[in-house]
T-cell receptor, first 115, second 113 residues
Framework: DVKVTQSSRYLVKRTGEKVFLECVQD?????MFWYRQDPGLGLRLIYF???????EKGDIPEGYSVSREKKERFSLILESASTNQTSMYLC??????????????FGSGTRLTVV | GDSVTQMEGPVTLSEEACLTI???????????LFWYVQYPGEGLQLLLK?????DKGSNKGFEATYRKETTSFHLEKGSVQVSDSAVYFC????????????FGAGTRLFVKA
């Protein structure tokens, strides 16, 4: 069964810490995405990557960066965590080419609390 | 730009009732349409999809038909179960829109025994 694995289900970090959220997929997908999900705001795209070492800003990239050194791994970095980054973070992947027809495969999410 | 509008929730139904969650969209090109489901504490799962006009997607008793003339993709199920309680998201991917998928706000469904 195809999988997207996020390294942590729950994470508590302090304000100002540098935070790494890891996402690994085993489907050889080219495209990977990071979203955050907040009540009343739905899913908002932070960053995406359409191939190794490629990255593109989404709708809300401020305060975040990403790294894609290997095809299977896409990391989201909070450079200096703040309380307004408390959220559910969702990673997703999708194949290139006809991937628009396949839809996303999502990870289980990481619920991050910044105190 | 592209957008997805779905009915606000929560929707509360009794077990075995019929379900319809409305979804309409605007798109510049010819989008693929999707329904995702999110169970409590989990990520989203792809429920069904349709990639061209008049296609019907179906899975687990849920159905949705891609209606280009009304720009709609309503989710239906004839008899819901308690285990269907979740949040449902309508979404589109438009070739003209590049790599991004646009999600609706989500509709929460509660099914009572």
């Amino acid at each position: 069964d195809v999988k997207v694995t996020q390294s942590s289900r729950y994470l508590v970090k302090r304000t100002g810490e540098k935070v790494f959220l890891e996402c690994v997929q085993d489907m050889d997908h080219e495209n990977m995405f990071w979203y955050r999900q907040d009540p009343g705001l739905g899913l908002r795209l932070i960053y995406f990557s359409y191939d190794v070492k490629m990255k593109e800003k989404g709708d809300i990239p401020e305060g975040y960066s990403v790294s894609r050194e290997k095809k299977e791994r896409f990391s989201l970095i909070l450079e200096s965590a703040s309380t307004n980054q408390t959220s559910m973070y969702l990673c997703a992947s999708r194949p290139q080419g006809r991937g628009l027809d396949y839809g996303y495969t999502f990870g289980s999410g990481t619920r991050l609390t910044v105190v | 730009g592209d957008s997805v509008t779905q009915m606000e929730g929560p929707v509360t139904l009794s077990e075995e009732a019929c379900l319809t969650i409305n979804c309409t969209y605007t798109a510049t090109g010819y989008p693929s349409l999707f329904w995702y489901v999110q169970y409590p504490g989990e990520g989203l799962q792809l429920l069904l999809k349709a990639t061209k006009a008049d296609d019907k997607g179906s899975n687990k008793g849920f159905e949705a038909t891609y209606r280009k003339e009304t720009t709609s993709f309503h989710l239906e199920k004839g008899s819901v179960q308690v285990s269907d309680s979740a949040v449902y998201f309508c979404a589109l991917s438009d070739r003209a829109g590049g790599f991004k998928t646009i999600f609706g706000a989500g509709t929460r469904l509660f099914v009572k025994a």
